[in-house]
């Protein structure tokens, strides 16, 4: 069974930073893998921010979360984080990661494991 928990949402003030953590478990750390971090707002679709593997640690970023989210992990731990600064009231929304079975990919496809989702939400 592949386990994956988030922690670290919340309210914050627009310009705030909020740091993500994603911890997993279970067979897939056996594996070449690959954690993404996509978020979901109200009446949206799931929105791919970026991705980070295991195997040499390579991040991925959509282009509009470069300059702003940042993505590393701990092998130590199994835990990969989403560092997030100057956050916008439009950034608002349950942010998830979810792994798959080799390279990553930019959209949902593939990602057969996913945690339960954590809230972030930025005030104006």
């Known amino acids: 069974q592949v386990q994956l928990v988030e922690s670290g949402g919340g309210l914050v003030q627009a310009g705030g930073s909020l740091r993500l953590s994603c911890a997993t478990s279970g067979r897939i750390l056996n594996y070449y893998y690959s954690i993404g971090w996509f978020r979901q707002a109200p009446g949206k679709e799931r929105e791919f921010l970026g991705a980070?593997?295991?195997?040499?640690?390579?991040?991925y970023n959509a282009d509009f979360a470069k300059g702003r989210f940042t993505i590393a992990r701990d092998n130590g731990k199994n835990t990969v984080s989403l560092q997030m600064n100057s956050l916008k009231p439009e950034d608002t929304a349950i942010y998830y990661c979810?792994?798959?079975?080799?390279?990553?990919?930019?959209?949902?496809?593939?990602?057969?494991?996913w945690g339960q989702g954590t809230q972030v939400t930025v005030s104006s």
């Open positions: 980070i593997n295991n195997k040499n640690s390579t991040t």
């Open positions: 979810a792994a798959k079975i080799g390279a990553y990919i930019g959209n949902t496809v593939g990602y057969n494991y």
